[in-house]
Each structure stands twice: as C-alpha cells, then as structure tokens.
C-alpha cells in the first residue's frame, strides 16, 4: 500500500533524486528540455527557451504536496541535473502507477533510468 509522502530526497549509487528547484534551470534545457529526440515521445515539446523551462520549474515547484511525485535526476558525480522521473497516473485502488522519465541523450544506455526507476519503486512501495 501506498502511503503519501510526497517528493522527498531519495540517495541511490550515482544518483540523488529530488525535488526541483528554480536553479535547475540551465541544467534541465541544456541537457534536455530542448533536445527534439529526447522529447519525440513525450506529451510535451521541446522547449525554445530557457525561459520556458523556468515557467515550468515555476510552476512544478508550487505544485509540490503530499501527492505530487516528480524528482529532478542528479549524477552525484558532476553535481548536474541531467533527466526526471514522475508519476504522471497514479491508481490507488489498483495498486499501480505510470511513471514518466527522461534523461539527456548523453546518459542512455549507462543504467540511470534503471538505476533511478528501482529507487523510485523501492521509495514508493517498500519504506
């Protein structure tokens, strides 16, 4: 069973997972917010601007509550935020969720998203 915790700081090997912050910015454009091959299958477009990206870290950082679940992806080891992980659908009576992730194109295939999906899994079910 799921008990709402919110986003809270997660530590896995390489990565810390957390919340969002305005400073994120130039970290989030640049390595992926406006890259068109990152973004191909997501419900968003690149981003032209990195204005745009400071109106949406904006806006995520208001929305963060008890039941709201999306963590900025920092590699410990360069200190940068380089992808996300959320829940986009959560199903309480079913005992399920959707999660959405992405990450900068440099990154996949090095196991972030595996690396970020069992924390994300284990913080959400298992503590």
Not at 43 to 53: A, D, G, L, Q
Not at 88 to 117: A, F, P, Q
């Amino acid at each position: 069973m799921l008990s709402h915790k919110g986003t809270e700081a997660i530590n896995a090997d390489r990565l810390l997972l957390r919340r969002f912050e305005l400073s994120d910015a130039y970290d989030m454009f640049k390595n992926w917010a406006n890259d068109s091959e990152v973004t191909k299958f997501l419900s968003w477009k690149p981003h032209s601007s990195i204005e745009v990206t400071k109106e949406i870290l904006e806006k995520w950082g208001n929305e963060y509550n008890n039941n709201i679940y999306n963590w900025a992806i920092e590699l410990k080891e360069i200190g940068e935020v380089i992808g996300s992980i959320c829940i986009v659908k959560l199903d309480e009576k079913n005992y399920s969720c959707e999660i959405g992730y992405c990450t900068s194109r440099i990154y996949w295939g090095k196991g972030i998203m595996s690396e970020s999906l069992k924390a994300v899994i284990d913080y959400l079910f298992l503590k």
